[in-house]
């Protein structure tokens, strides 16, 4: 377990914002970390939505359970987080 | 005693040259210093500046202007006009002085540069009164906020900001220093003269006097309007640089400097003028949009300067004027959401009839950054103030040193412009920010934006407080809303009535 700092750049937000997450996160918390400084802030929530996590204008999203440590992320990598359906 | 008119005598002493013997040319100009580029001094000794003054005539109109601006405050003082101003409009004083007033010394010694070391004799004639001009500037706009500072330890940030590690400061410095006192002095006239003064000091300067006069602010008027005059004058020296530039198979050159200068400049107005203008200024006194400011003193301005001077539109006009819709207000609304980290109190200018200004403004506002200021007003008017404020750092560039904002809510687009260069990740809010960097990585490469600095241990501890204590920011010092969110509260009055 180690912190790690990424760059969250959330749908719907004005402002990139520096999010420390964990190593041991899955991407479902990673989004969840993310959405703390986000939804509810200046997003309004989609609740039937889910949050799913992206590198920047990547078209693929990562799996919602795999690890931050499996994700060969740089210190600081920008991240999109996106309200998909599923 | 009989005087010779000036006519006969100005051209002899401005374009005097010293005869030297006992260093050589190269001592006496050193590149790094003067930065002739390898062109001869007999070139630069053509050097024409079209706004020509003596000393006896610079000293009596400087006389005039200070007696004039400093009378206004003295027979005003009375009136306390700043205890009845709108909160927004004290809140665009007390950022104007802590992001210009100290900086006004550092081009003071700008043009000291090009005074001592330029190889023009015009050039250093000129830039001699430019030299009085900034000292000037930097005097007048610490001692006018110094009255205030019993009103609020906010108008000490005129002295204080620039001696401190608030985010605005280091962007301030970071763009000061690497146009005016890390330049040679060719490129000081290019970059600060022409590049930044001629268009981004007029703006700053004339717009917030035509604002302050119509706030009925007659001292802050007639303060910024003399120091305008000389701004006016001093922002020719750049011109006649870039003609010999030019003359001399270095266009390529000089278009790089004037590029890098322009949207440098652009970045620190966006959050610096953009604000003010269109959110701070009550609404009732707005003369112009911050777009339409630009337009009018950048945009058409430096297209026909360029034009008539044989360059080019820089490569991302397109870019900047598209930014014209979206920076300014992603920059407000971040000072605003991070309000304690800056020496003023940001007017959120948001409420019911400020957004329908800013509709017919900017067209598409509403589903865009509007969506964001939908949901502070709801938290407001339900109580949560908490979820308005910040609990982390916007992520900064690191070219500007600002943060990186883009369209939100409908329109979605908040663009980062990554670059790995040995080893290191750097982050940029645009394409031309990074194109900064990639033309001259020795010179900025080694920076630390605010981010860096916290990731590498600097700023302890490493939470928003002690990012607080790092920028210097004390009780009675850090941001609140200007109005205490009566703007907010105006949407629940209508809603009410309706």
């Keep these: 377990m180690a912190a790690f700092p990424i760059n969250s750049n959330f749908q719907g937000d004005f402002v990139m914002q520096l999010v420390p997450v964990d190593t041991e996160d899955t991407m479902d918390q990673v989004a969840e970390k993310c959405a703390y400084h986000s939804v509810g802030r200046r997003v309004a929530p989609q609740p039937d939505k889910v949050m799913r996590v992206r590198l920047h204008n990547a078209s693929e999203y990562f799996p919602r359970d795999m690890k931050v440590s ?13 309200f998909a359906d599923q | ?5 000036r006519a006969e005598w100005y051209d002899l002493t401005r374009t005097t040259n010293w005869t030297y013997s006992y ?12 930065g002739a580029r390898g062109i001869p001094i007999e070139e630069w000794e053509t050097y024409d500046e079209p706004y020509k003054v003596s000393y006896p005539e610079y000293v009596a109109i400087q006389r005039e202007k200070d007696a004039g601006a400093y009378s206004v405050k003295a027979a005003l003082e009375r009136d306390a006009y700043v205890d009845r101003a709108d ?27 090009m005074a001592r070391f330029a190889k023009a004799p015009g050039n250093r004639n000129m830039a001699t009164f430019g030299t009085l001009d900034e000292n000037r500037h930097g005097q007048i706009q610490l001692f006018f906020p110094h009255a205030n500072i019993k009103r609020s330890r906010q108008w000490d940030w005129a002295h204080k900001a620039m001696q401190t590690n608030d985010w605005a400061s280091i962007a301030a410095r970071a763009f000061f220093d690497d146009i005016m006192l890390c330049r040679d002095a060719v490129a000081v006239s290019i970059m600060l003269t022409f590049g ?33 005059t000389d701004e006016a004058r001093h922002a020719q020296q750049g011109g006649p640089s870039l003609k010999i530039l030019i003359a001399n198979g270095h266009k390529e050159e000089a278009q790089k400097l004037v590029d890098v200068s322009i949207w440098r400049a652009w970045k620190l107005f966006s959050v610096l003028t953009g604000p003010i203008m269109d959110y701070y200024t009550p609404l009732e006194h707005r003369s112009q949009s911050f777009k339409e400011f630009m337009v009018e003193w950048i945009i058409i301005q430096f297209e026909r300067q360029l034009a008539d001077l044989g360059l080019d539109a820089p490569w991302f006009w397109d870019d900047l004027t598209n930014d014209l819709d979206v920076t300014h207000h992603g920059m407000h609304m971040g000072v605003w959401y991070w309000r304690p980290t800056v020496w003023w109190n940001p007017a959120a200018g948001a409420g019911p009839e400020d957004r329908k200004w800013l509709e017919e403004k900017y067209p598409g506002w509403n589903k865009t950054f509007g969506k964001c200021w939908d949901v502070i ?57 990074r194109w900064c960097f990639e033309q001259d990585p020795e010179r900025y490469k080694e920076h630390q934006n605010l981010i860096d600095r916290f990731l590498a241990g600097q700023i302890q501890p490493a939470d928003l407080p002690g990012a607080l204590a790092y920028m210097g920011l004390g009780p009675g010092e850090m941001g609140q809303d200007a109005h205490d969110y009566a703007w907010a509260a105006a949407f629940k009055k209508q809603a009410k009535v309706a």
């Design chain 2, 377 to 433: 007003t709801d938290n407001l008017n339900n109580g949560r103030e908490d979820l308005t404020l910040p609990e982390t750092l916007p992520y900064v560039c690191n070219m500007s040193q600002l943060p990186i904002v883009g369209t939100p809510g409908d329109e979605w687009n908040v663009q980062d412009y990554p670059l790995e260069f040995e080893g290191r990740l750097y982050h940029f809010g645009s394409k031309a920010d």
């Design chain 2, 1 to 5: 005693m009989y005087q010779i008119p």
């Design chain 1, 70 to 82: 499996d994700a060969s992320w740089r210190p600081t990598e920008t991240l999109d987080i996106i």
């Design chain 2, 23 to 34: 260093v050589t040319e190269e001592e006496m100009f050193p590149e790094e210093m003067s």
């Design chain 2, 196 to 228: 930044f003064e001629t268009g981004f000091t007029n703006m700053q300067f004339l717009g917030l006097a035509a604002d302050a006069s119509e706030a009925g602010d007659h001292t802050f008027a007639s303060l910024i309007s003399s120091v305008q």
């Design chain 2, 87 to 113: 909160p927004g409009w004290i809140s665009t004083m007390i950022a104007h002085y802590g992001a210009i007033a100290v900086n006004e010394y550092a081009a003071s010694l700008a043009e000291g540069r």
